[in-house]
């Protein structure tokens, strides 16, 4: 059993060969001109970064056998870059007379990606060289091969490489892509090894871990669990004393009507009704619509009508289960965020899209199936990683382009994709050292991928107080939790003030220019700060864009079985609040008069300051105040006694204040945000 827990799925990159500890740099696949300097460059194009920067001449073990496979992915240029971003920011931006004017999935594949004549071009020129094709789209080309044939397709030798007592392999040279086909590939992934990075996992808090629970003795504390009906109903008697003389029980997880209320959906009158939230994870539950309507009968909801709940998985094509999590491991994810979406906009449809695993390719191919098909209106994402990592190096530029093309063509076809911004606050070091939700093989303070591209809404996370049972709003401070547990003799807390567990991320990208929408809302000093500190010249992306409840100890119950008997527990993260935004844009689709609304930060930006947004502002921590805390009570798990001593609004590196920040961007959403879709 855990405290709250914690889901947020997190991508793998998955290599032929993995390096258990790799701690250097995988080179990012940034395209460029080519030298004028090599005959064989002037007629292509460099993939600079190809060659990691671990593979050094001193860590050169020669070359690959000759018989080994190589798999990588070749992902395809759309037919005019430029026209594509131009026409999703038409599409997308309230006030151009193309607003709103979406294309058909069958117009935007024929108009801006890739044709079949570039696409047959583009295996003609793999199969001559002796790969074999794996699967195509006009998103990617995946291809296969040994030594000699990946010579011959990307001009580079595979080498094997000693790095950290670890042998991987890697291209000798940066690979070359002919003239024939330059203008129609954006890049490849897959000729290098890299370590798995996080995958999806809750957080939990082992009793057996010592300092997990205490012997309860003679405790004056609960013995049972025990937690508030809303803040503060609760006063926690024979607690020790903390941040202030009173202290009350944490609030019971929350459950679909109580958020409802506190976000004005209720009074909204809306349900989602003739939306479509796609929901992508990896894998899929076994059991995910029994549990759905379990849960949502539980609580006093309707369950899913027929055929308002549909699936697209291919389980016979599910892959890397053992690096990934496997379906249980992505179960809770997957029934967190079914759950919400349905608890929030109760009519939408739901279809969830299992990904095949949790690399970047099938993650890749379940989005480009959505916006290929136009199985949705919104799209909910709870997963993503850092960009920066001792281990992965650099987030590839050419699986950065391949995304962000899916991303906007699915702007054109007016389909929006919401990401959770993670739950380590600015990602940095000294977050990882004690965050729950943190990758420790992060270099540096750094804003999240695919949260911060410019082309969809990042998520960020709050702590949610009600005021009644019901869900009346109380208020909100950022998602940051410090946590301290009950000491052995029961008279304090350990460590005092506690350490930082939780924390909804966020942060300025050192990657994306600032986009057209964040400029007249986003302070100038923060665009131009990234999260190390460092100033720069020019403007970046910030993030998140909006915030809803998300903190870990103020959770949300969720329902699971996936073969087991079925249980409620807590759980946290952005992944709650990633899901519970979708929900709240299908509403808006409903008021909008079931049109669709597209890619949501234009509109949600028009609207920053005003009533549509309760602005996030952490009170105690700008007036040097006690920390907001409350003690969590498990009651006795396994003979021990498990309390915590909970402060909140302390995110790391980060501080909601008035008006925009990088805590929790505009705020969180009103009724007043979803009556705005009514006119306009």
């Given at each position: 059993?855990?405290?709250?827990?914690?889901?947020?799925?997190?991508?793998?990159?998955?290599?032929?060969?993995?390096?258990?500890?790799?701690?250097?740099?995988?080179?990012?696949?940034?395209?460029?001109?080519?030298?004028?300097?090599?005959?064989?460059?002037?007629?292509?194009?460099?993939?600079?970064?190809?060659?990691?920067?671990?593979?050094?001449?001193?860590?050169?073990?020669?070359?690959?056998?000759?018989?080994?496979?190589?798999?990588?992915?070749?992902?395809?240029?759309?037919?005019?870059?430029?026209?594509?971003?131009?026409?999703?920011?038409?599409?997308?931006?309230?006030?151009?007379?193309?607003?709103?004017?979406?294309?058909?999935?069958?117009?935007?594949?024929?108009?801006?990606?890739?044709?079949?004549?570039?696409?047959?071009?583009?295996?003609?020129?793999?199969?001559?060289?002796?790969?074999?094709?794996?699967?195509?789209?006009?998103?990617?080309?995946?291809?296969?091969?040994?030594?000699?044939?990946?010579?011959?397709?990307?001009?580079?030798?595979?080498?094997?490489?000693?790095?950290?007592?670890?042998?991987?392999?890697?291209?000798?040279?940066?690979?070359?892509?002919?003239?024939?086909?330059?203008?129609?590939?954006?890049?490849?992934?897959?000729?290098?090894?890299?370590?798995?990075a996080t995958k999806p996992q809750a957080v939990p808090v082992n009793p057996a871990v010592k300092g997990a629970g205490v012997a309860p003795g003679k405790a004056?504390?609960?013995?049972?669990?025990?937690?508030?009906?809303?803040?503060?109903?609760?006063?926690?008697?024979?607690?020790?004393?903390?941040?202030?003389?009173?202290?009350?029980?944490?609030?019971?997880?929350?459950?679909?009507?109580?958020?409802?209320?506190?976000?004005?959906?209720?009074?909204?009158?809306?349900?989602?009704?003739?939306?479509?939230?796609?929901?992508?994870?990896?894998?899929?539950?076994?059991?995910?619509?029994?549990?759905?309507?379990?849960?949502?009968?539980?609580?006093?909801?309707?369950?899913?009508?027929?055929?308002?709940?549909?699936?697209?998985?291919?389980?016979?094509?599910?892959?890397?289960?053992?690096?990934?999590?496997?379906?249980?491991?992505?179960?809770?994810?997957?029934?967190?965020?079914?759950?919400?979406?349905?608890?929030?906009?109760?009519?939408?449809?739901?279809?969830?899209?299992?990904?095949?695993?949790?690399?970047?390719?099938?993650?890749?191919?379940?989005?480009?199936?959505?916006?290929?098909?136009?199985?949705?209106?919104?799209?909910?994402?709870?997963?993503?990683?850092?960009?920066?990592?001792?281990?992965?190096?650099?987030?590839?530029?050419?699986?950065?382009?391949?995304?962000?093309?899916?991303?906007?063509?699915?702007?054109?076809?007016?389909?929006?994709?919401?990401?959770?911004?993670?739950?380590?606050?600015?990602?940095?070091?000294?977050?990882?050292?004690?965050?729950?939700?943190?990758?420790?093989?992060?270099?540096?303070?750094?804003?999240?991928?695919?949260?911060?591209?410019?082309?969809?809404?990042?998520?960020?996370?709050?702590?949610?107080?009600?005021?009644?049972?019901?869900?009346?709003?109380?208020?909100?401070?950022?998602?940051?939790?410090?946590?301290?547990?009950?000491?052995?003799?029961?008279?304090?807390?350990?460590?005092?003030?506690?350490?930082?567990?939780?924390?909804?991320?966020?942060?300025?990208?050192?990657?994306?220019?600032?986009?057209?929408?964040?400029?007249?809302?986003?302070?100038?000093?923060?665009?131009?700060?990234?999260?190390?500190?460092?100033?720069?010249?020019?403007?970046?992306?910030?993030?998140?864009?909006?915030?809803?409840?998300?903190?870990?100890?103020?959770?949300?119950?969720?329902?699971?079985?996936?073969?087991?008997?079925?249980?409620?527990?807590?759980?946290?993260?952005?992944?709650?609040?990633?899901?519970?935004?979708?929900?709240?844009?299908?509403?808006?689709?409903?008021?909008?008069?079931?049109?669709?609304?597209?890619?949501?930060?234009?509109?949600?930006?028009?609207?920053?300051?005003?009533?549509?947004?309760?602005?996030?502002?952490?009170?105690?921590?700008?007036?040097?105040?006690?920390?907001?805390?409350?003690?969590?009570?498990?009651?006795?798990?396994?003979?021990?006694?498990?309390?915590?001593?909970?402060?909140?609004?302390?995110?790391?590196?980060?501080?909601?204040?008035?008006?925009?920040?990088?805590?929790?961007?505009?705020?969180?959403?009103?009724?007043?945000?979803?009556?705005?879709?009514?006119?306009?």
């Amino acid at each position: 059993m855990t405290d709250h827990q914690s889901s947020r799925g997190r991508r793998t990159r998955i290599a032929t060969a993995a390096v258990a500890s790799l701690a250097l740099a995988t080179g990012a696949l940034v395209l460029a001109s080519p030298s004028q300097a090599d005959p064989v460059a002037a007629q292509a194009k460099v993939l600079t970064g190809t060659r990691p920067s671990w593979a050094t001449p001193s860590a050169d073990q020669g070359t690959l056998a000759a018989g080994a496979v190589t798999t990588a992915t070749v992902y395809l240029n759309a037919q005019d870059p430029a026209a594509l971003a131009a026409y999703a920011k038409a599409v997308s931006s309230p006030g151009n007379a193309s607003y709103g004017k979406f294309l058909t999935a069958a117009q935007a594949k024929s108009k801006f990606l890739a044709t079949p004549a570039q696409v047959k071009a583009v295996q003609a020129w793999l199969t001559g060289a002796g790969l074999k094709i794996g699967s195509t789209s006009q998103h990617a080309i995946t291809v296969s091969g040994n030594t000699a044939a990946i010579k011959r397709a990307f001009g580079t030798s595979l080498h094997s490489y000693k790095v950290k007592g670890a042998t991987v392999h890697a291209p000798s040279a940066n690979a070359v892509i002919p003239a024939s086909v330059a203008s129609s590939v954006l890049g490849v992934v897959g000729l290098a090894s890299t370590t798995p990075a996080t995958k999806p996992q809750a957080v939990p808090v082992n009793p057996a871990v010592k300092g997990a629970g205490v012997a309860p003795g003679k405790a004056t504390l609960p013995t049972v669990a025990t937690c508030s009906d809303y803040w503060g109903q609760k006063a926690a008697k024979g607690a020790p004393v903390g941040y202030t003389a009173k202290m009350d029980f944490d609030q019971c997880s929350f459950y679909p009507s109580q958020l409802r209320q506190a976000y004005g959906i209720t009074a909204s009158g809306l349900t989602g009704k003739g939306a479509t939230v796609a929901i992508i994870d990896a894998y899929a539950s076994s059991t995910m619509l029994a549990d759905a309507n379990q849960y949502a009968t539980n609580h006093g909801d309707k369950a899913f009508k027929a055929g308002q709940y549909t699936e697209v998985v291919t389980p016979s094509q599910w892959n890397n289960q053992d690096a990934c999590g496997g379906p249980e491991g992505w179960a809770p994810e997957e029934a967190l965020d079914v759950e919400m979406v349905h608890g929030l906009a109760p009519d939408a449809k739901v279809v969830y899209v299992g990904a095949n695993s949790c690399t970047d390719d099938d993650l890749g191919a379940a989005l480009a199936n959505v916006v290929d098909n136009h199985l949705a209106d919104v799209v909910s994402n709870s997963w993503g990683e850092i960009m920066h990592s001792y281990t992965n190096g650099d987030y590839p530029q050419a699986l950065i382009a391949s995304y962000e093309q899916t991303f906007e063509q699915g702007a054109i076809e007016g389909i929006g994709f919401d990401f959770s911004a993670g739950d380590c606050g600015d990602s940095s070091p000294g977050a990882a050292a004690t965050g729950a939700n943190c990758d420790p093989s992060t270099t540096e303070a750094q804003a999240n991928w695919p949260d911060s591209d410019p082309w969809v809404t990042s998520v960020g996370g709050t702590a949610l107080a009600i005021s009644n049972k019901k869900g009346a709003y109380g208020f909100e401070t950022d998602m940051g939790t410090l946590r301290s547990s009950l000491s052995a003799d029961q008279k304090g807390w350990n460590p005092l003030p506690g350490s930082f567990y939780f924390g909804g991320g966020g942060g300025v990208s050192d990657e994306f220019a600032q986009p057209w929408y964040q400029g007249p809302v986003v302070p100038s000093a923060t665009a131009h700060t990234l999260p190390t500190g460092a100033t720069v010249d020019t403007a970046m992306r910030a993030t998140p864009d909006v915030s809803m409840n998300g903190d870990l100890y103020t959770s949300v119950l969720v329902g699971i079985s996936d073969g087991a008997a079925y249980s409620e527990g807590g759980y946290g993260g952005t992944s709650v609040s990633a899901p519970e935004f979708s929900a709240v844009q299908a509403d808006a689709i409903q008021a909008h008069g079931g049109r669709a609304l597209g890619f949501a930060n234009p509109a949600i930006y028009s609207r920053a300051g005003g009533k549509s947004y309760t602005d996030v502002v952490n009170k105690d921590a700008a007036q040097g105040k006690p920390p907001l805390s409350a003690v969590f009570d498990a009651g006795t798990i396994d003979g021990a006694l498990r309390v915590r001593l909970v402060a909140f609004g302390r995110d790391y590196g980060l501080t909601a204040v008035k008006g925009y920040d990088v805590a929790t961007g505009v705020g969180s959403p009103t009724e007043a945000y979803l009556k705005s879709f009514k006119n306009g």
